[in-house]
Structures are given as C-alpha cells and as structure tokens.
C-alpha cells in the first residue's frame, strides 16, 4: 500500500509506503492553532517508508514532552503536511487529512482530552 499525503496547492507531497505505525488525534491547542480546526490526526510512518517530494519550509516548537518538534510546510499554500517529533526521531508525522482519503485507517488514541472542544464526537 503506498499513500500520498500532499498539501492544499499540491507542491508539497509525502508518498508514503505501507501502513502508519500509529494513527493519533490530539485535541491540544497548538494542534488547533496548527490546523484552524478543533483537533490535529498524525500518522506516524518509520522514516524510511516516507519520501518527500518538494520544498517546504520549516517551523520548530517545543512539544509538551519537551522535546522540540519541525513542522514541514509548504511556502506557497501554507499547509502542514508533515513534521519530525525529536522525542521519536525514528518516526515522521504526516497530516491525516493531507491524504485527502476518507478510508484512512482511523486513529487508536486520543490525547489532550482536557482541550478538547465539547462537541467533538456529538456530530
Ligand atoms: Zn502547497
Ligand atoms: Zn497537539
């Protein structure tokens, strides 16, 4: 199974090989100031199944592990494709919604619950 994660304008794309290791949804408030919308999904793929295709810019910020995370995005349309946790440098993290595919494997947890917009799950 090979995926392609891309963003809005199409320039910035991730083909990704295989299944994601980990499908997770975080409700935390940078994740929403990140993505506009209530809650940010990542999945992550080991570094070698993923290939970059692209320029992107890059924007650092401390996670709350403490460990820095680079947010990869495209300098023309503005969105997050992916970004590299520090705290896992063996894993990439790739924008769910990027792959633009309702049949991606869904996410098997959920953190920073406490951030989370209370309608979230009622829809
Ligand atoms: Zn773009
Ligand atoms: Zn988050």
Request: one cysteine or more; proline letters at 7%.
């Amino acid at each position: 199974m090979t995926r392609t994660a891309s963003c809005s304008c199409g320039a910035l794309r991730v083909v990704c090989d295989g299944e994601p290791q980990k499908v997770a949804l975080c409700h935390c408030l940078a994740c929403q100031k990140r993505t506009g919308s209530t809650y940010g999904i990542a999945a992550f793929f080991r570094n070698e199944d993923v290939s970059v295709h692209g320029s992107s810019k890059l924007y650092t910020r401390q996670a709350d592990s403490g460990f820095p995370v680079t947010f990869n995005f495209c300098p023309d349309c503005g969105s997050t494709v992916f970004w590299k946790p520090q705290r896992s440098p063996d894993l990439t993290g790739v924008a769910a919604g990027a792959f633009a595919d309702p049949a991606f494997p869904k996410p098997t947890s959920a953190v920073h619950l406490e951030s989370r917009h209370l309608w979230v799950g009622d829809l």
